[in-house]
């Protein structure tokens, strides 16, 4: 059969998790409790930022941008989960797919870009505090924080477009909760080589630079760190980094361990898990990391509730 008398396919059945038989009911609420603090949490840290006066510091710029990026995750990814949940499965136009696709994979450039925005802050407020506010200027702020963005809506495009013109003359099933390029390679019967070869070249430096950057700065933060001759010195620097460094690691380790773990055979479940990690529990973590460990931030809720 020719590719011209191919079907193609209009929509995708996402299966989501299955065989969850009564447990349904309760991961349906954890998640739905878990999408609305998710959202609060990172709407409440964009306006505390652009509301109070207290926090019209780079770092906090970078933060709201941080919140920007994970409730546009959230937002893109949980609705259809819980809806795949309810009713066992849920249907995807193929429009649809692909937008999900663009915005999931253009926001996890763009906080990997941002992750170390935030680290090149600390770098220059702990390692240059005479030159930092000279240096870390609004116009820098800007730059810094509209690159991510920009690399995260473009550079993604490489991976989406060639989607959009894969026929797929199988089963339309995709057994994951969100619509992933490898599952959506998996069901093309195009010839996806080439697609595979500019993923893989394209993710080398998306990946190794913004992590070579977070390693290079908290590598001289810490021997800047370690020069400070009194401790209460350097417990205050270390707070400063703290949260960063939590979030760091909690994205980091989950995006890692998502393209580790194969989405096959027993594999697929522990993949999903990872993913949910990744996708859900990360954007609730870090409003909840940045407003239990950092003062200003509490500080600034306790003004906001006190009016």
């Known amino acids: 059969m020719t590719l011209k008398n191919q079907t193609r396919v209009t929509e995708f059945i996402l299966l989501g998790f299955g065989n969850l038989h009564s447990f349904s009911i309760i991961f349906f609420i954890v998640l739905l409790i878990i999408f609305i ?22 770092m906090y710029y970078f933060l709201c941008h941080l919140s920007i990026s994970d409730l546009m ?14 009713l066992g499965g849920t249907k995807m136009t193929y429009t649809g797919c692909l937008t999900q696709l663009y915005f999931f994979s253009g926001t996890t450039i763009t906080e990997c870009f941002l992750l170390s925005a935030m680290s090149y802050d600390r770098y220059l407020a702990i390692c240059n505090p005479l030159r930092y506010s000279s240096i870390m200027d609004f116009r820098f702020q800007i730059y810094l924080s509209v690159w991510p963005w920009l690399l995260g809506l473009t550079v993604n495009l490489s991976g989406v477009l060639p989607v959009s013109n894969f026929n797929f003359c199988h089963d ?83 995006l890692i361990a998502k393209h580790m773990i194969p989405s096959i055979g027993n594999s697929l479940l522990v993949n999903k898990i990872v993913s949910l990690l990744h996708t859900v529990f990360t954007p609730l973590f870090n409003p909840i990391v940045y407003c239990l460990r950092n003062q200003d931030i509490i500080l600034a809720l306790k003004k906001t509730f006190a009016q």
């Not at 990172?42 to 930022?49: Q, R």
């Open 37 to 58: 603090f998710t959202v609060i949490g990172n709407l409440l840290i964009i306006i505390l930022v652009l509301t109070n006066v207290h926090l019209q510091s780079p």
């Open 172 to 254: 339309n099933i995709i057994d994951h909760f969100y619509c992933d390029l490898f599952p959506l390679q998996k069901l093309s019967c195009s010839d996806t080589s080439v697609l595979k070869l500019e993923v893989f070249l394209f993710s080398l430096p998306l990946f190794i630079l913004p992590c070579s950057l977070i390693v290079g700065s908290y590598v001289y933060i810490f021997l800047a760190i370690i020069k400070i001759p009194t401790t209460s010195g350097k417990q205050k620097a270390f707070s400063t980094c703290s949260s960063h460094l939590i979030v760091v690691g909690t994205f980091y380790g989950t």
């Open 73 to 86: 995750t959230t937002i893109n990814v949980v609705p259809n989960l819980l809806g795949a949940i309810v």
